[in-house]
């Protein structure tokens, strides 16, 4: 979906090392997402946004934490990065319809 | 828990052959599934989807049945295409707000349509 844009697309970091995901949408969705995605597990849900200011945890949010401080922009962040979150990483939103779309991904290393 | 069970992993069909992928769901509440396709380095993109008011959704050459008693549900893909290679994934959700309409995934099948 070209109204969701992420941001970096690739990311090599160190363990220890904050790291920070962008996920910004122009399509002014209001519940909004982040995925991990790994071989053999699919899609998991770390944490969502229903609103700015809005989240709550999937089923994976340990290590992680997200912001949305308005609609646009809803960002992950890993406080301090571990090799087993080394995965790519998706946003999605959610439109009026009820249908989830996806931004492109982000590949995050943790070396 | 896995609630959402998706079969096979993987999927060999030859070119104009019918690929089938198969879900089953154990939660009773959940009232939406859609199924993405998924290219390599691409984000997942949405096919198809159908509620459980209807028990089969057509779209072209993809076809959703749905079994609210059995609590499974399957997509199939006519006249398979090599175009098609990709990977599928389902998913279910509870529409009502309550749930925030939080998607439960299944594991992904691994389709390759040989020419």
């Known amino acids: 979906d070209a109204g969701i844009t992420q941001s970096p697309r690739h990311k090599v970091t160190e363990t220890g090392t904050p790291v920070t995901l962008r996920c910004h949408q122009t399509?002014?969705?209001?519940?909004m997402y982040w995925y991990r995605q790994d071989p053999g597990h699919g899609l998991r849900l770390i944490h969502y946004s229903y609103g700015v200011k809005d989240t709550d945890k999937g089923e994976v949010s340990d290590g992680y934490s997200v912001s949305r401080s308005k609609t646009e922009d809803f960002l992950l962040t890993l406080e301090s990065a571990t090799s087993s979150q080394t995965s790519v990483y998706f946003c999605?939103?959610?439109?009026?319809?009820?249908?989830?779309?996806f931004g492109p991904g982000t590949r995050l290393t943790v070396t | 828990q896995q609630q959402v069970k998706q079969s096979p992993q993987s999927l060999i069909v030859q070119k104009g052959g019918i690929s089938i992928i198969n879900c089953a769901y154990e939660n009773t509440a959940f009232d939406y599934f859609p199924w993405y396709q998924q290219f390599p380095g691409k984000g997942p993109a949405l096919l198809i989807a159908i509620r459980p008011d209807v028990s089969e959704k057509k779209e072209g050459r993809f076809t959703i049945s749905f079994n609210k008693s059995a609590k499974q549900f399957s997509l199939h893909i006519m006249d398979s295409q090599p175009g098609d290679s990709a990977t599928y994934f389902c998913a279910a959700s509870k529409g009502s707000g309550g749930s925030n309409y939080k998607l439960t995934f299944g594991k992904g099948t691994l389709l390759t349509v040989n020419p």
């Open positions: 399509e002014n969705h209001r519940y």
């Open positions: 999605a939103g959610r439109d009026r319809g009820g249908e989830q779309y």
